[in-house]
């Protein structure tokens, strides 16, 4: 599977998970809303990064990407520990965030390495 669709499919979990939350319960719509802003800027910026004017450019957006990343899995993990969803059914998804973060990581340290940057 190409990364894109990877990427893709993890903002769709995500948009799934912001579906579950319970309605009216306090502060399920403020979770709702940052799980899904940040895990649809993740495949935006990955979309721009691939259409990137530089190396730099490229670099840039993907580090925007991984900081979309770890926000999306702080806020998974505070809606675990907040008991609105099961923590056990959020693991994949965290696990696909922080394996997504390394992809995007290496990809950043090898362009650097390219561009003596």
């Given at each position: 599977?190409?990364?894109?669709?990877?990427?893709?499919?993890?903002?769709?979990?995500?948009?799934?998970?912001?579906?579950?939350?319970?309605?009216?319960?306090?502060?399920?719509?403020?979770?709702?809303?940052?799980?899904?802003?940040?895990?649809?800027?993740?495949?935006?910026?990955?979309?721009?990064?691939c259409e990137a004017e530089s190396a730099k450019d490229f670099v840039h957006k993907l580090k925007v990407a991984m900081k979309e990343l770890s926000e999306t899995r702080i806020w998974l993990k505070l809606i675990g520990e907040?008991?609105?969803?099961?923590?056990?059914?959020?693991?994949?998804?965290?696990?696909?965030?922080?394996?997504?973060?390394?992809?995007?990581?290496?990809?950043?340290?090898?362009?650097?390495?390219?561009?003596?940057?």
């Amino acid at each position: 599977m190409e990364l894109e669709d990877r990427i893709v499919q993890f903002a769709a979990r995500c948009v799934k998970v912001c579906a579950a939350l319970p309605p009216k319960v306090v502060g399920s719509a403020g979770f709702a809303d940052q799980v899904f802003r940040s895990s649809t800027s993740i495949a935006a910026n990955y979309a721009e990064a691939c259409e990137a004017e530089s190396a730099k450019d490229f670099v840039h957006k993907l580090k925007v990407a991984m900081k979309e990343l770890s926000e999306t899995r702080i806020w998974l993990k505070l809606i675990g520990e907040a008991g609105y969803i099961d923590s056990d059914k959020l693991v994949s998804l965290i696990g696909e965030s922080k394996e997504l973060s390394r992809i995007l990581s290496a990809s950043v340290t090898t362009t650097k390495k390219k561009i003596g940057g």
